[in-house]
């Protein structure tokens, strides 16, 4: 695995802290019923969603865990220092499309173009039982999640990334052996296109912006990149990992998440007591086949800066379990067979088809 590829360092995302807290105060931290029609939600109020759909029938943009996940609070353990826990999800570009099943609900054509990774049928009609009977570009078959980010363009060009992309699945609390798989229908939206630059380049999940050869920490794309076979424009974005246990959705599609926060007094890791699961945290690493001059290079969704992406959870229960028992709670660094080459010994979670055994 590449340099970087550990989650960043409580010490590093201390600037993070106060934007993280605002996530929490969203939501509040104990269960509370919410009402049709854009009122009061667990102690905010928010706008009616813009479309129904089938999981969101009153179209108010709460969609509830069943069961939700209680009685947790937020791990401060500190177990056997290990440098990695984590794995990855191998995963091609399987179609491009102005669809957007979580923004855009029911709604074709209403997004600004997306690039699809994953599951092969995620469009604007998709929901969690129909991703489930889909077929996917990951190496697992067993990952029939769909993983989406704005198309990007050089000039009127659609530039799609070229075979399996890496998506980690990894800790990003201390506490390693905490973290729990997703729940089946999880979805949430990592970023905003509508972000400033300086919001881009202060977001939590911020790892490296845009780089290409020995260009890193770029906010906007590079003018230039080398001209190069082996250069290609690439981007490593991290996603909140904390879950408030009650909602797969929320109406902004943030809320019911939040990143970890750094202890007070340590350089601890946590989640905050609002957002109290601890679950994988993803980081997208994209490569792009576009290098030399990048003056026309721009995303669907505009500059550089409004570089986001999306998750929408439908893995096969089992199999994402067997992975971050293994790699994750393990405190190994998996392939997405979930094998450590570096300690063999552990075995993996997967077969050689990466099916359970």
Not at 42 to 60: F, I, L, Q, R
Not at 158 to 170: A, C, E, S
Not at 208 to 213: F, S, T
Request: glycine fraction near 8%; proline fraction near 10%; include cysteine.
């Amino acid at each position: 695995m590449s340099r970087r590829s550990q989650f960043l360092p409580g010490a590093l995302v201390t600037s993070a802290v106060a934007l993280a807290a605002l996530s929490v105060t969203t939501v509040a931290a104990s269960p509370a019923p919410h009402t049709a029609g854009g009122t009061a939600h667990a102690g905010h109020t928010v706008a009616v969603a813009a479309a129904a759909s089938p999981e969101d029938p009153d179209g108010d943009g709460y969609i509830p865990a069943v069961p939700p996940v209680t009685g947790v609070t937020p791990s401060t353990q500190n177990p056997p220092h290990r440098y990695f826990h984590e794995f990855q999800a191998n995963c091609a570009v399987s179609h491009a499309k102005a669809d957007d099943p979580i923004a855009h609900p029911q709604q074709p054509g209403a997004s600004h173009d997306h690039t699809f990774m994953g599951n092969t049928t995620t469009d604007a009609y998709s929901t969690t039982a129909s991703l489930s009977a889909g077929g996917t570009t990951c190496k697992a078959p067993g990952d029939l999640s769909g993983y989406w980010m704005p198309t990007l363009y050089d000039g009127d060009r659609p530039v799609l990334p070229v075979g399996p992309q890496t998506i980690y699945y990894k800790a990003g609390v201390t506490d390693y052996t905490s973290v729990r798989p997703f729940p089946k229908g999880l979805r949430f939206v990592v970023g905003d296109p509508m972000q400033s630059a300086d919001a881009f380049r202060h977001h939590p999940g911020f790892v490296e912006g845009w780089e290409c050869g020995d260009s890193y920490f770029n906010t906007e794309f590079p003018a230039t990149c080398p001209n190069r076979a082996d250069v290609q424009l690439n981007i490593r974005f991290q996603a909140p990992s904390c879950w408030d246990g009650r909602y797969l959705d929320t109406p902004d599609h943030r809320s019911h998440m939040a990143y970890p926060v750094v202890r007070p007094g340590t350089n601890d890791n946590v989640c905050p007591a609002g957002h109290p699961v601890a679950l994988p945290m993803i980081e997208f690493k994209m490569a792009f086949p576009v290098n030399g001059d990048l003056s026309r290079v721009r995303l669907s969704s505009g500059t550089g800066h409004s570089f986001h992406y999306d998750f929408f959870n439908a893995w096969d229960e089992r199999t994402l379990k067997a992975l971050v028992d293994h790699c994750v709670v393990g405190g190994l660094q998996c392939d997405a067979r979930g094998y450590d080459q570096t300690h063999p010994e552990a075995g993996a979670a997967l077969n050689t088809d990466y099916r359970l055994p």
